[in-house]
């Protein structure tokens, strides 16, 4: 089964810039979630979709954030303008709509704000 | 608000010492409970999961947890680390009905030869 696949590996701007992450989940799963992991913490969930639906985006701060999920199917996250402390891992994740073995995660996004 | 805590934020370890990580969770209701491991380099894969039943589970590696619902705690264990366990360990705690994990700060282990 392939996995959940995020991309870039690895992005550094400037503040104020904006940069944009996507997000492939495995096939058939109805729900997809961001997190941000910054170094030193575990991750926090920023933006959970149930197919192109949102459920949960009470942790994402929407002056700057911004998440879509097209079809259901490949997810983008936003960021305009970028500040220092966006700095982090940005993970995707994807899951059943009751997963019971939890998720699988992509191999993040790591994103550099100078 | 859900919380995890995790009591030890770096541990290092000679090969073959036993290992027990710590990890309280917040939150009344019924839980489902999960150690994810982060290896370098690499992305957060699931190592065990409590949902019900015996509360002593066995996950991947040789690691096991046990779910004390009196001390809201979830503790991860393995009687001999090796140096291939190095890695960043987190618990995590879902509850409600949207999957939603919350997820503790990490500890990152380091198993020496």
């Known amino acids: 089964e392939a996995g959940v696949a995020q991309s870039p590996r690895y992005k550094i701007i400037e503040k104020r810039q904006s940069v944009a992450f996507w997000c492939n989940p495995i096939s058939g799963h109805a729900t997809l979630y961001w997190y941000q992991q910054i170094l030193g913490q575990g991750p926090k969930l920023l933006i959970q979709?149930?197919?192109?639906?949102?459920?949960?985006d009470s942790q994402l701060p929407k002056d700057r954030f911004s998440a879509e999920r097209l079809k259901g199917v490949d997810s983008t996250l936003k960021i305009q303008p970028a500040k220092l402390e966006d700095s982090a891992v940005y993970l995707c994740a994807s899951s059943l709509i009751r997963e019971a073995s939890g998720y699988t995660f992509g191999s993040g996004t790591r994103l550099t704000v100078v | 608000a859900q919380s995890v805590s995790q009591h030890n934020h770096h541990v290092i370890l000679s090969e073959a010492a036993s290992l027990e990580l710590g990890c309280n969770y917040s939150?009344?209701?019924?839980?489902?409970l999960f150690w994810y491991v982060q290896y370098p380099g690499q992305h957060l894969q699931l190592l065990l999961k409590?949902?019900?039943?015996?509360?002593l589970v066995k996950g991947i590696k040789g690691f096991e947890a046990e779910f004390i619902k009196s001390k809201f705690s979830f503790n991860l264990r393995k009687p001999s680390v090796q140096w291939s366990d190095t890695a960043e360990y987190f618990c995590a705690v879902r509850s409600g009905g949207y999957n939603k994990l919350i997820f503790g700060a990490g500890t990152r282990l380091a198993v020496h030869p």
């Open positions: 979709f149930q197919n192109n639906g949102v459920v949960d």
């Open positions: 939150y009344g209701g019924t839980v489902n």
């Open positions: 409590y949902f019900s039943g015996d509360p």
